[in-house]
């Protein structure tokens, strides 16, 4: 054979040879796994393939976790991150596989796809880093597996994943003490509030209704039966006094009490009645609970009050006996006084009517003849009472109605005569005054018209009232000047009163809108803050801020709408959302804060970006600081940290996917 063509023929069979022999050695490319344990390095003996798959299947049966081990030669020139992707997602791995990548000839590793929820990056990075690399820097292939498949098990059942039986019961045992430390301060604090609320019930005027209405339904219902209670004992010895008085003074000297008493029995029954409809088994919604409680106080504080309004009366109906004679003595003096004044006032009356129109003096035209006819009176019940009093003790109540009688007939002659006595200066005072009372009235009027809308109707009925009187003082003021100035006196008080009133809602009026439009501006810059603080930040910032800041707008809109029907209203909206916007923006903060503590091993560009939402981090989602799936290379800490994802228009869906790794 020719020298060139044996050369040839070596020469192709020693390029053979090398293939052969460069063929175990050729590079790995992702490939979908036939089983839990792959070997095409051939590093693992048969027991190790075996003592795998045991750790493998527990992990399994315990934690229904699927691990996956592929030893290779290399990666074929890809990063360990990107070849276990792909080999994850050619194998169809689903959010229970994770795979644990060798390249014994690269010294690189990977480890892909979804981490357990109880499993934290804490923990994995201790079981990479602490547990698996060290291994695998060791050669130790096999031992770097089961480090991977106990690990897991042991992090998934950990205190730092889950909580203890332990934990959970001395949790449990502070919150039952706590639970016990709020309800014992809640009832203290309770009972003080209630104690508080009917001290001030106390205060309230019993028959002001509008009062009562406002005050709690608790600190009502205590009040009323205190005020019941009072009423009772008040009855029961106001009926005993009145049964003895009677004795003495007779029933018709007795009369005014004798029907104050039994008005008072009557408040009293009907308050018994509504008592015991609150206390039996047929429930009252609470609206009906405080409209019986107010009633029940009211009258009970009426009664009251009425029974209160005889007392001196009573006191002095006992005491006249004492100094009978003297009171009778005093009661004739005055009977001759007015006698002798009597003549003078027939006089001036006689001039009076010679002067003015019949009309004028029309109230006090018969004064003089009723004054002597009142002055008879007197005289005559005088002479009954001095017998009364000769009687004998016991039988002398007699005296006390006459004496009465003297001082009401007395005290009506000398209010007739004085009249009388006034007329002439009364007259030309009002005539002089009329015109001026009837400007007022002019000028109030007008002021009333300006304040229509907050006068309601009593400024309309005091109107009214006040145009009346003025029409009558144009048309009578000649010839009643002192009717038609005593009208229009009259009318002008009550129309002042009303001006007074409707102001004074003009002005709460005026005040609730520059407080509400305060608050308005208040809410909407405490909203504004929190949401730009929110929207610039919000790679850092959880749920709560969020919902803080929501409810608060939507109390700010529920303020907005009601800024013109009811204002006072919008201004409590208002109020709740400034604070509600507040809490969100202290929150938010607060998160960030949190956030950026966490943040150690990621760059300050990247950080950033995540913080301001144009990367988006797991953590959003609840997940501590867990990244989408995405690319990663070999060598330094920064390729075992993972990537994240811009984010984009969607919803909010991620799962927790991991692809870590290094050299070793």
Request: aromatic fraction near 4%; charged fraction near 25%.
């Amino acid at each position: 054979m020719p020298l060139r063509k044996q050369l040839s023929v070596i020469a192709t069979g020693l390029l053979l040879a090398l293939f052969l022999a460069a063929a175990p050695g050729a590079a790995e490319e992702p490939q979908r796994l036939p089983t839990y344990v792959t070997d095409t390095a051939g590093v693992l003996s048969a027991g190790q393939t075996a003592q795998l798959q045991t750790a493998i299947d527990s992990l399994y049966a315990k934690d229904h976790e699927r691990l996956w081990i592929v030893y290779v030669r290399d990666f074929g020139g890809l990063d360990a991150n990107t070849w276990g992707d792909r080999t994850a997602n050619a194998s169809n791995f689903g959010d229970r596989d994770v795979l644990l990548s060798v390249a014994v000839e690269d010294r690189a590793y990977a480890f892909t796809g979804t981490v357990p929820e109880s499993v934290t990056d804490k923990e994995l990075d201790r079981l990479l880093i602490d547990k698996v690399e060290p291994k695998l820097r060791a050669g130790d292939w096999a031992g770097a597996g089961l480090a991977t498949a106990n690990g897991l098990s042991e992090a998934m059942n950990s205190s730092e994943g889950g909580v203890s039986f332990r934990t959970i019961l001395v949790l449990l045992l502070i919150v039952a003490l706590v639970v016990a430390a709020l309800w014992f301060w809640s009832r203290t604090r309770r009972n003080r509030r209630l104690r508080a609320e009917v001290e001030a019930a106390r205060n309230v005027d019993p028959t002001d209704a509008e009062a009562l209405t406002a005050l709690p339904l608790t600190a009502l219902d205590a009040r009323s039966k205190e005020i019941l209670v009072d009423l009772d004992n008040a009855i029961r010895t106001s009926s005993e006094e009145l049964r003895l008085a009677t004795d003495e003074f007779g029933g018709t000297a007795t009369a005014p009490f004798t029907a104050a008493l039994q008005a008072a029995k009557d408040a009293l029954a009907k308050a018994f009645s509504i008592r015991q409809q609150l206390d039996d088994d047929i429930p009252e919604t609470p609206d009906q609970q405080r409209t019986m409680l107010v009633d029940l106080i009211s009258g009970c504080g009426r009664a009251d009050r009425e029974l209160d309004a005889k007392v001196s009366e009573f006191d002095s109906m006992r005491n006249l006996l004492i100094n009978a004679g003297d009171r009778l003595d005093a009661l004739t003096r005055d009977v001759v006084d007015l006698t002798t004044r009597v003549p003078n006032s027939d006089a001036t009356l006689t001039q009076l009517l010679a002067g003015h129109p019949p009309s004028v003096l029309a109230p006090i035209r018969d004064n003089v003849t009723m004054a002597k006819e009142r002055i008879a009176f007197a005289e005559s019940s005088i002479e009954q009472g001095r017998d009364a009093v000769a009687k004998p003790v016991g039988r002398q109540g007699g005296a006390v109605a006459a004496i009465r009688g003297a001082e009401s007939a007395l005290d009506a002659a000398r209010t007739l005569l004085y009249a009388v006595d006034t007329a002439a200066t009364d007259i030309e005072q009002a005539r002089a005054g009329l015109p001026g009372i009837m400007e007022e009235l002019r000028r109030d009027l007008a002021t009333a018209a300006t304040l229509t809308q907050h006068g309601g109707p009593d400024l309309t009925a005091a109107a009214t009232g006040a145009q009346s009187a003025l029409d009558d003082a144009n048309a009578q003021g000649s010839t009643n000047p002192l009717g038609s100035f005593r009208q229009a006196v009259a009318a002008d008080t009550l129309l002042d009163k009303a001006i007074a009133t409707a102001t004074d809602r003009k002005l709460a009026a005026e005040e609730l809108a520059r407080r509400l439009d305060q608050a308005l501006t208040a809410a909407r810059s405490q909203i504004n803050a929190a949401s730009d603080f929110i929207s610039t930040r919000r790679g850092g910032v959880d749920a709560e801020p969020r919902t803080r800041l929501a409810e608060a707008q939507r109390n700010l809109d529920q303020a907005q709408q009601l800024a013109t029907s009811d204002p006072a209203q919008a201004l409590q909206f208002a109020q709740r959302a400034t604070e509600l916007g507040a809490r969100a923006l202290h929150t938010a903060q607060a998160a960030v804060r949190d956030w950026q503590a966490q943040q150690q091993t990621t760059s300050n560009s990247q950080a950033g970006a995540i913080l301001s939402g144009v990367l988006l981090d797991g953590m959003l989602r609840g997940m501590g600081t867990g990244y989408r799936s995405g690319g990663g290379g070999f060598g330094g800490g920064g390729s075992r940290g993972g990537s994240y994802g811009p984010g984009s228009f969607g919803g909010s869906s991620g799962s927790r996917r991991i692809s870590r790794g290094g050299r070793f």
